[in-house]
């Protein structure tokens, strides 16, 4: 057996529309992880937002998280961070933007925001895991891995081109959805964090599969030897993977469909 990396975006793609794992889905997986492959998830949620979908597996599986600031190994050790420079962090923080957009902050070991905003309560209902409200003070730029903003789509624009005019090359800008507008490290992004856990596994790109449907999936899936885009994808994703296979929707468990067929299964 030729071991192989499978690794895939969470919502939109190993997610159905509840945002959490059908049972085929987590059997595929299991199912791969016992026959010697390496699995990963990787996804803009926080780490610890992520644990309670590893876990459910019972097998190894790498964290690529915050969109590939953070990578963590199957038993949860921290293997590389990139963060936000603290006085960077700070003018995002600090940038005028329309009461309605929420800031959000992904640090190390917790996830705070500006304001409550219980829209994001069902997507994180799985998990546990949820945002805190931060205290002014709190707000300092240390230790970002993330800045996040979740609003209208025509304010968030109107963020993203005042971001990239001033900082340039010096962040990684993208969206994880329309309404959230998601600023990490220059270079941080889930294809960077792929390229290093390829070198560690001691694997060739062409031996990953990946799966992914929205804009910061783009590095990953432009990495992968197979790379896979979901037909609820965003409809720029495509483009700029072109090599990419068309797949069936997030809530048919497409990706677990696609496993089936590609590996032999007991």
Not at 49 to 54: I, K, S, T, V, Y
Not at 118 to 124: F, G, M, R, T, V
Not at 174 to 183: A, P, R
Request: proline residues 5%.
């Amino acid at each position: 057996m030729t071991p192989h990396l499978i690794v895939s975006d969470l919502d939109g793609t190993l997610l159905g529309a509840d945002h959490d794992l059908h049972p085929r889905t987590v059997e595929a997986l299991r199912t791969l992880g016992q026959q010697g492959h390496y699995l990963a998830f990787a996804s803009g949620r926080h780490f610890r937002d992520m644990l309670a979908f590893r876990d459910r597996l019972g097998v190894p599986v790498h964290l690529i998280s915050t969109n590939g600031a953070y990578l963590h190994d199957p038993e949860g050790r921290l293997l590389n961070a990139r963060y936000v420079e603290r006085e960077l962090a700070r003018e995002l923080i600090g940038l005028e933007r329309e009461p309605g957009v929420r800031l959000n902050l992904y640090r190390d070991d917790d996830w705070l925001i500006d304001a409550e905003a219980p829209q994001l309560l069902a997507l994180h209902a799985h998990t546990g895991f949820g945002y805190r409200v931060a205290a002014p003070d709190e707000l300092d730029g240390e230790g970002v891995g993330k800045v996040l903003y979740i609003g209208d789509p025509g304010s968030l624009q109107a963020l993203e081109t005042t971001i990239r005019s001033r900082y340039s090359e010096r962040l990684h800008i993208t969206y994880s959805q329309v309404n959230s507008l998601e600023v990490m490290a220059g270079g941080v992004n889930k294809g960077k964090a792929l390229t290093g856990l390829l070198t560690q596994l001691g694997l060739p790109a062409e031996r990953c599969l990946a799966f992914g449907d929205n804009l910061n999936d783009t590095e990953m899936l432009s990495l992968a030897g197979e790379a896979h885009v979901m037909a609820n994808a965003h409809p720029d994703l495509a483009r700029h993977v072109p090599h990419a296979e068309h797949i069936g929707h997030h809530d048919d468990v497409s990706v677990a469909r696609v496993l089936e067929r590609r590996f032999t299964f007991p």
